[in-house]
C-alpha cells in the first residue's frame, strides 16, 4: 500500500515524535507542577521562556539549536567531547527540536489539570499517613491522567508537523531526519511527482486523524473512572 | 492527651489559645462558625503552622516551634474526618477504607465496615453515594489509619435531620466500641448534647471555658454563647421498664420520690440502661413542693441552687439540684414573684413527657 520512501519517512516521523514526548513528559510534568503550585520570583520570566517556542517563528527556534548545539556552540562542544554526542542533522535532533517546539503544549495542558485538581483530596491523603510523594502518585496524578493524556497527545501531534526548526537543525536528510512534513515539501519542491506529494498528504491526515481519536477516547475513558460511571 | 498551645495570626483574626483533649472518650470544640474551631483543628492536623506554638499527643512532640520541631501530617497519626467527606474519586469504596491503612489495621477491616453499615457500599465509586454514606465511609477511611485521635470537623453538617440522628448514631457507638478519643467541631448544642463528654467553648479564637459537658450546660454565664432559647441541661436517667402496648418507656431520675417515673416514648435499651436526657430549660416547669401530681408530668423534688441574673426582659432563668444533678428552668419573672423563689427552697420540677423526644434520650 505504501511505498518504501513513504514508509520510511512515515516511520521516521513516529519514531520522532515518540522520542520527542518521551523525552518531554517528565520535565513538562515537572514544570506543570512547579508553575501550578509554587510562587517565587521570576516565576512569569519562566513561564514566558517555556512559552516561547509557541510564538516564536519555528526557524529561529531550530537556529537557537543550532547555534548552541552545533559543534562551535559551546553546549554542543562540550557535548561531542564529554560524550561523543553530535545532535545536528541527526534523527535524534530531529526529535530534539520537535521537542522543544511541543514542549509548552504539554506543559499548558497539565498545568491547567493540575489547577483543578482539588487540594482538599491531597490534604485528606496526607492526613492518612501518605508522604508528599506518595499523595502524588496515588491522588495528584490519577486525578490530572485526563490532562496528561491529551497534553501528550497534542505533544506528539506538533511534533509530528514540526517543520521550521527540524529543517534548519537538523537538516532534510533522507532516511535521517526526512519526516513526513520535510518529505511532502521536497516531493512539493520536484516537478511531477504532484501524485506522490498527495498521497503523502492524505497519510499525514490519517495519522493526525488517528491521534486525536485515540486521545480523546483515552480521556474519556479516564474522566468517566473519575466520575465514578464504570469504565 | 492531646495539649495545644497556638498563636497564629490570619488577616485580622488572631487564634491565641490552649486546648487540652482527653485520651478518652468524645470531646466537642464549640462555637459559632468563624470562632476558629477549623483553624485549631488544621494546626493539630499540621496542614497549617502556627506562628508560635507547641502541640503534643501523649508523650509525643507534634510540633514545638522554639525548638523547630514539626512533625509532618502524614506522620502525626491523627485521623481527620473533615466537613465534606473528601473521598478520592478515583478510589472505590473499598480503595478508599484501604488507602491509609497499615497491614496490622487488616483485621479491624470488617468489623469496622460492619459497625459503620457500610458493607453494601464498599464496591462502588465515592460519587454515587448520599451525603451521609459518604461520611460514614470517610470516618472509616480515618478510623482505619490506625489513628491515635479522631478529629472531626462538623461532620454532620448539610445531612437532613434523619440522617444526621443515623450518623450521630454510629460515632456514638465509634467512641464507646473502639476506644479511640473523639476530638468532634460542632456549633450545635443538640450534638453536643447528644455525643460530648467534655465540651471545650471557643470564642474569637479563644478556648473560654472546658469542662464536663453536663456543668458546661448547667452554667449560666455561658448561656449567651449556647442560645438561651435552646439552653437546656443533660440528666441521668435509668430504664425501669417498658410499656409496649402503651408504647412507652419508663425512666427514673436519682432525686425521684419512689414508685414515680417519667414517661417518654418508647426507647431501644434496655431494662437497667443508662440514659442522657436533654431537657430544654423552656421545657421544665416549677411548682411548690405541696402541688399534687397531674397526669403526663414527672414530678421531682428539687432545692433551687440560683435564680439567673438576667435584669431585663420578662423571662428568668433558674438553676435547680435534683438528685444531684444540674436542671436548668426557664420561667416568666411574673411566676419567680408569686412563687417568692428563693435559693435553697425546696421545690418539685415538673418534666412533661410530650416535649421528650426520641432525639432528646440517648442511650448509654
Known sequence: MLTPLEWEALALSLRVSGVAVAVILLPGLGMAYVLARFDFPGKTLLDGIVHLPLVLPPVVVGYLLLVSLGRQGTLGHWLHETLGVSLPFTWQGAALAGAVMAFPLLVRAVRLSLESVDRKLEEAARTLGASRWKTFLTVTLPLILPGLLT?????????????????????????ETRTLPLALYSLVQTPGKEAAAARLCVISVIVALIALVASEWLARRARRRLEGRHA | ML?????????????????????????????????GKSSLIRLIAGLEAPETGTIRLGDTWLMDTQRHLWVPPHRR????????????????????????????????????????????????????????????????????????????????????????????????RLARDTGVPILFVSHDTREIGALADRVALIEEGRVMASGPVDEMFARFDLGPRTGRFEASSLLEARIVAHDEALCLTRLVLPGMTEGETLSVARLEGAVGDTVRLRLRARDVGIAPSWTPPLPDFACIPATLREIGDEAHGPFVEVMLDVGGQALRARLTREAVDQMGLRAGQALQARLRSVTISRHDVIVM
Open chain 1, 151 to 175: 497534553g501528550s497527545v497534542l505533544a506528539f501531534a506538533r511534533s509530528l508537523s514540526e517543520f521550521g526548526a527540524t529543517i534548519t537543525f537538523a537538516s532534510n536528510i533522507p532516511g
Open chain 2, 3 to 35: 495539649e495545644a498551645q497556638v498563636f497564629q495570626r490570619l488577616g485580622d483574626f488572631t487564634l491565641d489559645t490552649s486546648l487540652a483533649v482527653p485520651a478518652e472518650g468524645v470531646t466537642a470544640l464549640f462555637g459559632r462558625s468563624g470562632s
Open chain 2, 77 to 172: 497519626q491523627l485521623g481527620i474526618v473533615f466537613q465534606e467527606a473528601r473521598l478520592f474519586p478515583h478510589y472505590s469504596v473499598r480503595g478508599n477504607l484501604r488507602y491509609g491503612m497499615p497491614r496490622a489495621a487488616r483485621a479491624d477491616f470488617d468489623g469496622l465496615v460492619e459497625l459503620l453499615g457500610i458493607g453494601h457500599l464498599l464496591s462502588r465509586t465515592p460519587g454515587l453515594l448520599s451525603g451521609g454514606e459518604a461520611r460514614r465511609v470517610a470516618i472509616g477511611r480515618a478510623l482505619l489509619s490506625r489513628p491515635r485521635m479522631l478529629l472531626m470537623d462538623e461532620p454532620l453538617t448539610g445531612l437532613d435531620g434523619a440522617r444526621k440522628q443515623e450518623l450521630l448514631h454510629y460515632i456514638r
